[in-house]
């Protein structure tokens, strides 16, 4: 019975003291890690033993902010309208134009005019938000006195958008995760390393947002084709009279004769390539035509 209770009270003693023992936490030594230059943020070299460490294992982005999540992205579609009319009045038109594009937040990107003899011609690159491209777009064709072209065309983007996105915030989140293996670094070529890294992972980056910016404001803003004109006359008024086209025609034959003749002149090594082939031709055929007659003529053998 002693021995029980003694058994006991030495098992109790153990645990006690086991519960009651502090934990201390082993303290690790960093090395900083070679970056492969062609690693491309794919994987990271260890300094000591050269082994690959995935990128998911390196140290956490030092923000809270997840990159990875996903955010809803509007439904992206580029509309672009074309329009070919004549007005009566092409400056007042111009002028009704501008008012137009003003009223409804546009602008006239580009502007091409060019005035003619016959016809004014006016070509314009119109800007508008998106949301009202509609209702510019049949405001722009009220003075028209007569419509030449009307369309709209539409493109939708939406995939390529989000795909661009997401590729940009994955590049974002391994530019964290070198940002945070840059600070631990202590050796010269392991900074320059990760430097090199975060240089090109940042350009992917920044191109990726101006591709995006570049796609949100044609998503923004609508293109519209405009092409307006004026017809001043059907024939030219300055235009040579009967008498004098006559003899502009004439002066035109004889140019057109000499020109002719020039080319004949130049080309003379053909021609004569010609000629000496038309005799070759002909001496065959006259060889062919005597052997020939000989083989048709009978032969009288006289005993």
């Known amino acids: 019975m002693n021995y029980s209770f003694l058994l006991m009270f030495s098992t109790t003693v153990l645990i006690l003291s086991g519960c009651g023992h502090k934990a201390t936490t082993p303290v690790v030594s960093f090395t900083p890690p070679v970056i492969a230059a062609d690693s491309k943020a794919e994987g990271l070299l260890s300094a000591d033993e050269g082994k690959a460490i995935p990128a998911e294992n390196a140290p956490a982005a030092p923000d809270d902010k997840d990159y990875s999540a996903a955010v809803p992205i509007s439904q992206k579609i580029i509309k672009n309208g074309k329009l070919a009319f004549s007005t009566e009045d092409f400056d007042a038109c111009r002028s009704r134009i501008a008012d137009t594009v003003k009223k409804y937040g546009g602008y006239i990107a580009n502007e091409n005019q060019a005035n003619g003899r016959l016809q004014l011609r006016n070509e314009l690159e119109i800007k508008v938000p998106a949301a009202v491209f509609e209702q510019c777009l049949e405001a722009l064709t009220g003075g028209a006195s007569r419509m030449d072209e009307k369309s709209i065309t539409t493109q939708d983007i939406t995939a ?72 001043i006359a059907n024939t030219d ?39 000496f082939l038309i005799i070759f031709i002909r001496r065959g055929i006259r060889k062919w035509n005597l052997k020939k007659t000989i083989a048709q003529t009978p032969t009288n053998v006289n005993l």
């Open 237 to 275: 008024p300055q235009a040579p009279g009967f008498f004098r086209q006559s003899w502009l025609s004439l002066q035109e034959g004889w140019n057109g004769t000499l020109s002719f003749a020039l080319g004949i002149l130049s080309a003379w090594p053909l021609l004569l390539g010609i000629v």
């Open 160 to 231: 390529e958008y989000v795909d661009l996105d997401a590729r940009m915030k994955a590049r974002m989140a391994v530019e964290q995760r070198y940002l945070q293996i840059l600070q631990q670094a202590r050796k010269v070529e392991d900074i320059l390393a990760v430097e090199a890294q975060l240089k090109s992972i940042r350009e992917d980056i920044e191109a990726a947002k101006g591709r995006l910016q570049y796609m949100d404001h044609h998503v923004a803003y609508s293109s519209i084709q405009l092409t307006y004109y004026q017809t």
